[in-house]
């Protein structure tokens, strides 16, 4: 390691024949306003020109080290964690892109807000050169991603920073046995040390590409995702933990549309559980209440309407199996369009014709 003073901020980079992108991913780290961090890139014994492209860097706030041998990105971050030297660490994949301000903001905020032990913030989607806003975005509050992390990932790891000295409590810092859910295990695992904060303001370009892992290995993905929620529905289910979390990961995560009636009751049970719980054992302001109990509807929402849409339920079966603490809005016109369209597909596929 350079002979540098500790730094505020540790951006830890595992790199993996990532030539074509990294870049202008480094680019984006050294344009920050905010200098005081230091880069460690571990490099996963790339094959292509990234190994090549890293001896040219000359600036001393970075550091690159080199795997013996190639291990994946779980074994990557554990390296370079375990060389970063600064009180708070940020996540960087080497294909994403960090607006200027984004270390200025989260280090602002981390030092404002001692109970919080992450930040994330929002990002943008970039896609062959055009920037367009994350699908479904909006704000989210520490009491909205506790509630949000029983069903899905609501943060993006190349967005996060969080407290060293709280990560260094984990061993090891990332699981291997949850490879490609590693950054959703690891908010889970941090989340007993204090509050996880996101900043609604977008600090991150996503970068969308063919060789993207969450594109290559969706499968390997959700069979990992599907351990996490198992462990965080222990105290929950018991030994229908393992049997809930997949259909979780399937339904919600996946979002695959419920098939039966069979099917949409028991999701709808396990939410109503994960409700019940969560409410019990967290504190909640009124506020706070109000968001989670409006995000149990938008949710419960989210595997009615594409059953209805199919035609796989029609609305008067999905209302029988509505949770006692979901309310939706009489004035949503999607509850009338809906059931119309799940009829109409329902009546098409009667006559053989694919609607």
């Known amino acids: 390691m ?38 460690v890139i571990v490099d996963d014994c790339s094959t292509d020109d990234t190994r090549a ?6 600036d001393p706030r970075i550091t690159v080290l080199h795997a ?14 375990a060389a970063a030297r600064g009180r708070y660490i940020a996540g960087l994949d080497q294909d994403d892109l960090c607006k200027p301000g984004r270390f200025a903001t989260q280090v602002g905020y981390l030092d404002a807000n001692p109970g919080t032990v992450l930040v994330g913030t ?23 991603i506790d509630w949000l992390l029983l069903t899905q990932n609501p943060l993006v790891w190349s967005t996060v920073m969080f407290r060293a000295e709280a990560a260094r409590l984990l061993d090891p810092f990332e699981r291997p046995q949850v490879r490609y859910a590693e950054d959703f295990d690891l908010y889970h695992r941090l989340g007993r040390f204090g509050q996880i904060a996101r900043l609604d303001e977008a600090q991150l370009l996503y970068r969308c590409h063919p060789g993207g892992a969450s594109k290559r290995f969706a499968e390997m993905m ?8 198992t462990e965080r529905y222990l105290p929950v289910f018991g030994d229908e933990a393992a049997a809930n979390a997949a259909l979780v990961v399937r339904y919600f995560m ?16 396990i939410l109503a559980a994960l409700h019940a719980d ?52 009489a004035s949503d016109p999607d509850r009338l369009i809906s059931p119309l369209i799940g009829r109409v597909r329902a009546i098409g596929r009667g006559f053989g014709v694919a609607l």
Do not use: C, K
Not at 2 to 29: K, Q
Not at 222 to 229: E, F, H, K, T, Y
């Open 222 to 229: 959700a069979a990992s995702a599907g351990r996490v929620l």
């Open 53 to 58: 492209l890293l001896a040219t860097l000359t």
């Open 278 to 329: 969560h409410v019990a054992r967290t504190p909640l302001t009124p506020q706070e209440r109000i968001e989670v109990d409006g995000e149990h509807a938008r949710l419960w929402w989210l595997i009615a309407r594409p059953a209805l849409r199919q035609g796989a339920v029609t609305m008067r079966q999905a209302m029988g199996v509505l949770p006692e603490s979901v309310h939706l809005p």
């Open 122 to 144: 929002a990002a943008e989607f970039l896609e062959n050169g055009i920037v367009s806003p994350w699908p479904g975005d909006r704000p989210l509050t520490p009491a909205m």
């Open 254 to 269: 996946q979002r695959d549309p419920a098939p039966d009636l069979e099917t949409l009751g028991r999701l709808s049970r």
């Open 68 to 81: 013996e041998t190639n291990g994946g990105p779980v074994v990557a971050r554990n390296i370079g964690f």
């Open 2 to 39: 350079n002979g540098l003073p500790a730094p505020t901020v540790s951006v830890v980079m595992p790199a993996y024949n990532g030539a074509a992108w990294i870049g202008a991913t480094i680019d984006s780290v050294l344009a920050q306003d905010f200098s005081d961090w230091e880069l």
